[in-house]
């Protein structure tokens, strides 16, 4: 398709039983670019149809390799950016315990005696909203942008790849990484499925001649990610597989926890995950990898809105901050365009046999408070040296 302000361009790999050798499936490649704005998006559809042949699909994703002449900066989050080696620093340096992690010894003093490992840059998907690189000269940054995560597998806190060495920058759609083979896509006897994945953004920033400071990329590309997140769900994506706003629902509702042995009243459940996600069991959420997902947080009341929700059957799944365990309520809650459902009052129960004598950490699902030893000293990252909330990203170097 294409008019004065919008192509987009369709690339298709139909399955065909006479080549064995192909994935049986159908894939639809997109790419879109509008006019005045700077980047592209590009999104996938996947389709089996009924009764094709089994098969196992371990990882789905769109990569981009960039010139590593000009991009050496990289940036994840605002703690998490650094200068970074190139491939061939990888491939001079001194492989460890898996190929993935390397001892540099490169030509630049500033990362000389550091471990470089793509694992050691992965982030939850609830904090995978932008991450990409920087070019000093010409000074421009290349990020991607994601304004959803409802696409992605596994729910908030699964964990996945991001920007690493290469210079690589890519989005992770569904892996099974951070969980091993129950995490992968299996179809067996036949089973048809299709799934959207995207649209996401590839965004393209530079500064005039007049700016020096090559970060300020960073701080638009952050600004752009919350333009980007306002838009969703898009209203240009031509497929008619990609649900529009008018074509969602909502769920609404309030969560309560009930903890005798710490209060005798209700207690509002203070910025608990809450999701929608395919019917299963309690905390089946966390292994769920060929449906949506939508997940948002309470307020400091309980009370909670799914926005944007794309039409199907749905069980409800919660987990709050400080308290052990999973909620899931027990109807099926089931979405169509248009629909704003509101559920009654939920209410957790926390699994007790008495009160709290003592506890290691906090139940939060973040590995913020744990003690973390230090590393070896020759086998560093100094990015998690100066960063104490993620250094137990180190945990794979440790002596």
Wanted: with cysteine.
């Amino acid at each position: 398709m294409e008019d004065e302000n919008q192509v987009e361009l369709s690339f298709t790999r139909t399955w065909d039983s006479l080549n064995a050798s192909h994935l049986s499936m159908n894939i639809d490649k997109r790419f879109i670019i509008l006019r005045g704005i700077s980047g592209f998006y590009c999104y996938g559809i996947l389709e089996r149809l009924e009764g094709w042949p089994d098969i196992d699909v371990y990882q789905g994703r769109i990569v981009f390799k960039l010139k590593e002449k000009l991009f050496q900066y990289m940036a994840i989050s605002d703690e998490r950016q650094r200068i970074m080696p190139t491939a061939h620093d990888r491939e001079m340096g001194q492989k460890l315990d898996y190929p993935e992690a390397v001892l540099l010894n490169p030509t630049n003093s500033f990362i000389k005696g550091e471990v470089d490992d793509k694992y050691q840059y992965s982030c939850d998907n609830k904090n995978n909203w932008v991450h990409g690189w920087i070019s000093p000269n010409p000074r421009t940054g290349f990020w991607m942008i994601t304004p959803t995560d409802e696409f992605r597998m596994g729910g908030p806190v699964k964990q996945d790849l991001t920007s690493h060495t290469g210079p690589v920058n890519m989005n992770m759609f569904f892996s099974t990484h951070y969980g091993g083979e129950i995490l992968g896509l299996k179809f067996r006897d036949g089973e048809p499925w299709r799934k959207v994945f995207g649209p996401v953004f590839v965004y393209l920033n530079s500064l005039s001649a007049d700016e020096q400071d090559t970060l300020t990329l960073w701080t638009d590309a952050k600004e752009q990610m919350f333009i980007e997140t306002e838009n969703w769900p898009y209203s240009f994506p031509l497929s008619e597989d990609f649900a529009r706003a008018d074509q969602r629902g909502t769920v609404s509702g309030r969560l309560l926890v009930r903890d005798g042995y710490v209060s005798q009243s209700l207690i509002t459940a203070n910025s608990a995950y809450i999701g929608l996600a395919a019917p299963g069991d309690v905390g089946s959420w966390q292994i769920e990898n060929k449906a949506y997902q939508f997940w948002t947080q309470t307020d400091s009341e309980g009370y909670f809105l799914i926005k944007n929700v794309i039409p199907g059957n749905y069980s409800l799944y919660a987990w709050i901050p400080g308290y052990i365990g999973d909620y899931m309520y027990d109807p099926f809650i089931i979405v169509t365009p248009g629909s704003r459902k509101r559920v009654e009052t939920l209410i957790y129960d926390t699994p007790r046999n008495g009160p709290t004598l003592w506890e290691i950490g906090i139940p939060d699902r973040t590995a913020a408070e744990f003690f973390i030893p230090d590393a070896q000293p020759r086998l560093l990252n100094q990015l998690y040296v100066v960063n104490n909330q993620e250094r137990f990203r180190q945990i794979w170097i440790m002596g």
